[in-house]
């Protein structure tokens, strides 16, 4: 009689008073999951929870694969979301942003829009100071990817991107797996495979904010890089061919530094060419996802986040567009620098320069990547 005296009890906290209405149900983070149950060309759309048993959410929509938000704990204990974000699908469908999405076909930018690939010239929408960036217009941060929850720690996405689209060759079969560990590390893989020679190269494009406050600038976050050196760009955000040393220069951040130490030190050209950090390191660990690649933190909040990946360069990107325009979670105004991203990948525009490390892909081979964003505390 008890149990059903507390089911009765449970239902009737679902409803709201006077009204035969249900109570929305909300993540952790404030999401309201029906926000993100529609329809986008055709197929649907979803938001998926990943939990833990440490309390850790992460919620992922299947509309370019995005990650919506991370809750996790600060150092008091208290849970923050950590990265920037919309509250529903129509906001990541009306307003053009990378936040949290899974970048493909080829994350980052390929010059003037156009390579050569096997004797063949391939052309690419330009989308970006005329150069083709993050796929393109049209890129899978905007597709609806087919969705397959395992269990409360993982989340499948998949993804056909057909032959020509955007410019690319070679019909693209690709996966994306979310992993949520008990050691509050979310772990992305990335596989494709293609039936003509193609370039593959995916990331993710997350924003985040250690402080779990976005009217919060990224100043004084602590960013380390195991990198020695890095891939100039030009005025375009192009990168020049070149790789240079760190030492003695303000991307040097081979030890803790605070991101905004020298981020408007314009008189360094780099830095007015990115219009601050918009760059690519080359990374000491050389493939080996058991070495630390780079990691930021918030003497505020104490959280830290570490990233491992078996790819050889990261592009640091400072949210130097950010302008204000853009309301995001909670109707929060994104203002500039208001997060750091940290994009594992290949060398922006590797097709066009040879001797860097090649996102080709071929018939019969298969195309793996693997990036962790670890979170922790220090108290």
């Known amino acids: 009689m008890r149990k059903v005296f507390l089911t009765l009890?449970?239902?009737?906290?679902?409803?709201?008073?006077?009204?035969?209405?249900?109570?929305?149900?909300?993540?952790?983070?404030?999401?309201?999951?029906?926000?993100?149950?529609?329809?986008?060309?055709?197929?649907?759309?979803?938001?998926?929870?990943?939990?833990?048993?440490?309390?850790?959410?992460?919620?992922?929509t299947n509309f370019g694969g995005r990650i919506v938000s991370v809750m996790v704990p600060d150092k008091d204990g208290n849970m923050k979301d950590v990265v920037l974000g919309f509250d529903s699908i129509q906001d990541y469908v009306n307003i053009p942003s990378d936040f949290g999405a899974a970048i493909?076909?080829?994350?980052?930018?390929?010059?003037?829009?156009?390579?050569?690939?096997?004797?063949?010239?391939?052309?690419?929408?330009?989308?970006?100071?005329?150069?083709?960036?993050?796929?393109?217009?049209?890129?899978?941060?905007?597709?609806?990817?087919d969705a397959n929850q395992l269990d409360d720690k993982v989340l499948e996405l998949t993804y056909t991107a057909k032959d020509g689209e955007e410019g690319f060759p070679g019909n693209l079969t690709c996966k994306v797996t979310y992993i949520l560990g008990q050691d509050n590390a979310i772990r992305m893989k990335y596989e494709a495979e293609t039936d003509k020679p193609t370039i593959v190269n995916m990331t993710n494009h997350s924003y985040f904010n250690l402080d779990g406050d976005a009217n919060v600038k990224n100043s004084d976050w602590l960013l380390t890089i195991n990198g020695d050196e890095y891939t100039p760009v030009d005025s375009t955000f192009m990168t020049t061919g070149e790789i240079l040393k760190v030492e003695n220069t303000d991307m040097d951040f081979r030890t803790p530094t605070a991101v905004g130490a020298r981020i408007d030190n314009y008189a360094f050209e780099q830095l007015k060419n990115g219009n601050g950090y918009d760059h690519n390191w080359v990374l000491n660990t050389k493939g080996d996802i058991t070495k630390l690649a780079a990691k930021l933190e918030s003497s505020k909040t104490g959280i830290v986040l570490d990233v491992y990946t078996t790819e050889p360069g990261i592009q640091v990107y400072t949210g130097n567009f950010l302008d204000g325009t853009v309301k995001g979670k909670k109707g929060i105004v994104y203002q500039q620098r208001a997060a750091v991203c940290l994009e594992t990948q290949k060398y922006p525009d590797t097709p066009n320069k040879k001797d860097w490390p090649s996102a080709t892909l071929r018939p019969g081979e298969k195309y793996q990547s693997e990036t962790i964003f670890k979170f922790s505390v220090n108290k």
């Open 9 to 60: 009890i449970s239902t009737a906290l679902l409803y709201s008073c006077g009204e035969n209405k249900p109570v929305e149900q909300l993540t952790l983070s404030g999401l309201n999951k029906k926000n993100f149950e529609t329809e986008v060309k055709e197929k649907k759309t979803d938001l998926y929870v990943l939990t833990n048993d440490s309390g850790m959410e992460v919620c992922i």
């Open 104 to 145: 493909g076909r080829y994350a980052n930018r390929i010059g003037q829009g156009t390579f050569e690939l096997d004797g063949v010239k391939y052309d690419l929408p330009k989308n970006n100071f005329g150069h083709t960036l993050h796929g393109g217009p049209n890129g899978f941060q905007y597709v609806v990817f």
